[in-house]
Nanobody
Framework: QVQLVESGGGSVQSGGSLTLSCAVS????????MGWFRQAPGKEREGVAI???????SYADSVKGRFTISQDNAKNTLYLQMNSLKPEDTAMYYC????????????????WGQGTQVTVSS
């Protein structure tokens, strides 16, 4: 089965930068979309950024202009470059894969990583 393993989380000051990585292994017949989601304690899981296999991307309004999603197919790795971090970006970040649908809706995704914590202090 498909396995997703996130890394790169940590603690940074407001205005700082951080890059998250997601190593993808295993096999699936269909890989439509990869995405990053986040969830803070007591809050709903929200879509941060997604990238379709065809290359198009979509971002949550709250991170547009600050975050960039990309993937290196040769390395089977998904990335999320986060700049100008704010305290409200503090959350557990998950990478995920969808076999069919692509969008910022978490219910579209059927494979998930274990998450990596991002904490932004003011």
């Amino acid at each position: 089965q498909v396995q997703l393993v996130e890394s790169g989380g940590g603690s940074v000051q407001s205005g700082g930068s951080l890059t998250l990585s997601c190593a993808v292994s295993g096999y699936t017949y269909s890989r439509t979309c990869m995405g990053w989601f986040r969830q803070a304690p007591g809050k709903e899981r929200e879509g941060v950024a997604i990238i379709h296999n065809d290359g198009w991307t979509s971002y949550a309004d709250s991170v547009k202009g600050r975050f960039t999603i990309s993937q290196d197919n040769a390395k089977n790795t998904l990335y999320l470059q986060m700049n100008s971090l704010k305290p409200e970006d503090t959350a557990m970040y998950y990478c995920a894969q969808s076999s069919l649908l692509c969008g910022l809706e978490w219910t579209f995704f059927n494979y998930w990583g274990q998450g990596t914590q991002v904490t932004v202090s003011s």
